[in-house]
Nanobody, 126 residues
Framework: QVQLVESGGGLVQAGGSLRLSCVAS????????VGWFRQAPGKEREFVAA????????YYSDSVKGRFTISRDNAKNTVYLQKHSLQPEDTAVYYC???????????????????WGQGTQVTVSS
């Protein structure tokens, strides 16, 4: 069982940067791939990025590639999402999620992620 808590959201101007953190509690977090998703009002939950259990593999949606960077520090049970060049369309609630141990990162469907955080709001003003 893994519990996830996101933090770092807030209000930022367009063009700005923000770093989100996802802290996990529970055993063997370093065996779980982790993804970030976002959900804007009235829209479906959207995949943003994923990182492998080791941290050596990453995968991004086309909408954030080159602007967002996902990383993890397994010693701290934490996954980060560094966001640059933020735009109003990046406004959403951001969630981190973990999928089964040692699984791959290229299936970006929310359905394959077992554990979810409560989300953190990111608002980008124009």
């Amino acid at each position: 069982q893994v519990q996830l808590v996101e933090s770092g959201g807030g209000l930022v101007q367009a063009g700005g940067s923000l770093r989100l953190s996802c802290v996990a509690s529970g055993r063997n977090f370093n065996t779980y791939p982790v993804g970030w998703f976002r959900q804007a009002p009235g829209k479906e939950r959207e995949f943003v990025a994923a990182i492998s259990w080791s941290g050596r593999g990453t995968y991004y949606s086309d909408s954030v590639k080159g602007r967002f960077t996902i990383s993890r520090d397994n010693a701290k049970n934490t996954v980060y999402l560094q966001k640059h060049s933020l735009q109003p369309e990046d406004t959403a609630v951001y969630y981190c999620a973990a999928k089964p141990a040692y699984s791959g990162i290229y299936d970006s469907s929310p359905k394959v992620y077992y554990y979810w955080g409560q989300g953190t709001q990111v608002t980008v003003s124009s």
